[in-house]
């Protein structure tokens, strides 16, 4: 048993983490009755994606935030500018750095969910919107109850 | 329907835990996310373009924050749009909420008093004065951070929210009213447009110098006493983006609070 935990789960931690918080998350979306346990879960399904981007971009203990410090990093001998910027001439000129990636952490992720969270705010308020005008329209957020009262309304007028 | 559910989410969680065996171990700097694809016997196919990013940013743009460099600069249509998703939040929830008039015909949310800040009221006290100290103080922080975007971390999403989440304060220590007074809704509608419009209005400037839409290098022309104009240009292009998005963040931020805590109306808040 320890062994397969340290074979099969310890470095595989993170995925481990995120598909528990997915199925969390799914579950609360279909099996749950009340629209806002339903947004709860659609918020736990969304932290897992963005914590399995996040974790994919870590680059083991050497590795830091991505922010290059262009003082510590080395720099070549070569000189790019006069031909690299042929136009700005010797104005240009200047010793190029030489950036490790392995030092720093895979700043695609981060990027991707960073937009991705804060749209995620943007959209979680638009539903929490519509839940509001349902509640002042049928008076209850649970899903059967609505749809009870949505049928009764449709069979009272047919022709709607 | 909670065993079809059961089933669902039980079949899609052991799919995916079947599938992280293949994945590469957490951490590992040589994964395929990290350094690019690899054939089964460990050759490397191509380069990961965050290498690139890494290695090449500093270079041609002069910004340390790698983060902010790709967010504002190459992927810089993305956040545009993105952008243009937090704005259409924020229209939605005003055509979905928003309702106009004296509100006469919706009940009131609760009981409220004439005066909701009665003088020697304690805990009003203890709330406003703490309120008073703390949100120039966020405030400060959220400028800090979107205009250090570029430098540490930070940017116009985060401080655009830090700047919402300071009036939000506002308006949950006092009322809504008094947050309205300071930040009024023909305000931050405003405010949320023009965000939008310098975003998209540097792209268009771009496109004056005959480069691409949003390729700010050909700003370069306004940095007349820099060592290096086309990397400048860009830096400071990212600045003024950032802003842009910081902008629209802010509204909208307090839009969707507003609107949702006051049932449309921009009355009386919580």
Not at chain 2, 131 to 142: D, E, G, S, W
Not at chain 2, 226 to 236: F, I, L, V
Request: with cysteine; proline share 4%.
């Amino acid at each position: 048993m320890l062994e397969f935990i340290q074979d099969n789960i310890q470095p595989y931690f993170n995925y481990w983490v995120y598909v528990i918080l997915m199925m969390i998350g799914l579950w609360a979306t279909i099996a749950k009755n009340n629209l806002i346990k339903k947004l709860i879960g659609m918020s736990i399904f969304q932290t897992a994606i963005i914590l399995f981007y996040v974790s994919v971009g870590v680059k083991g203990e050497g590795s830091k935030i991505p922010i290059v410090n262009p003082y510590t990093e080395a720099k070549s001998a070569e000189v790019v500018g006069a031909d690299q910027h042929g136009e700005h001439g010797a104005k240009g000129g200047g010793e190029k750095y030489i950036v490790e990636p392995d030092n720093y952490a895979n700043p695609l992720p981060h990027v991707l969910m960073l937009t991705a969270i804060v749209v995620g705010v943007a959209t979680l308020g638009v539903a929490l919107a519509v839940v509001q005008m349902l509640f002042k329209e049928f008076g209850t957020l649970e899903e059967d109850e609505i749809l009870a009262q949505i049928k009764n309304a449709d069979s009272a007028s047919p022709d709607v | 329907m909670k065993w079809i559910a059961l089933i669902a989410v039980t079949l899609t969680g052991s799919l995916l835990l079947f599938g992280v065996g293949d994945f590469p171990e957490w951490g590992d700097p040589h994964s395929p996310a990290n350094q690019g694809p690899k054939l089964k016997s460990g050759e490397q196919v191509s380069k990961a373009v965050s290498q690139d990013f890494l290695t090449e940013t500093y270079e041609v743009t002069k910004v340390p924050n790698v983060v902010t460099a790709v967010l504002a600069d190459y992927r810089g249509y993305d956040t545009m749009f993105e952008t243009v998703v937090v704005f259409a939040a924020g229209l939605a929830i005003f055509a979905i909420l928003r309702v106009f008039g004296d509100g006469s015909d919706t009940p009131p949310m609760r009981a409220v008093e004439d005066d909701t800040f009665v003088e020697g009221d304690h805990s009003r006290i203890i709330i406003g004065t703490t309120c008073k100290l703390l949100i120039p103080i966020i405030q400060l922080f959220a400028l800090y951070v979107i205009a250090h975007g570029h430098y540490s971390p930070g940017g116009g999403f985060q401080g655009g929210v830090i700047m919402g989440a300071s009036f939000i304060l506002l308006a949950i220590a006092r009322d809504l009213k008094s947050a309205l007074d300071w930040f009024s809704e023909k305000n931050f509608m405003t405010l949320a447009s023009v965000g939008i419009l310098i975003y998209a209005g540097l792209g268009v400037l771009c496109q004056f110098f005959e480069r691409n839409f949003l390729d700010y290098g050909a700003l370069k022309v306004f940095m007349i006493s820099s060592d290096h104009p086309e990397q400048m240009a860009r830096s400071y292009s990212m600045l003024g983006v950032e802003i842009g998005v910081a902008f629209t963040v802010t509204a909208i931020m307090f839009a969707i609070y507003a609107n949702l805590s006051s049932r449309g109306e921009l009355k009386e808040g919580l």
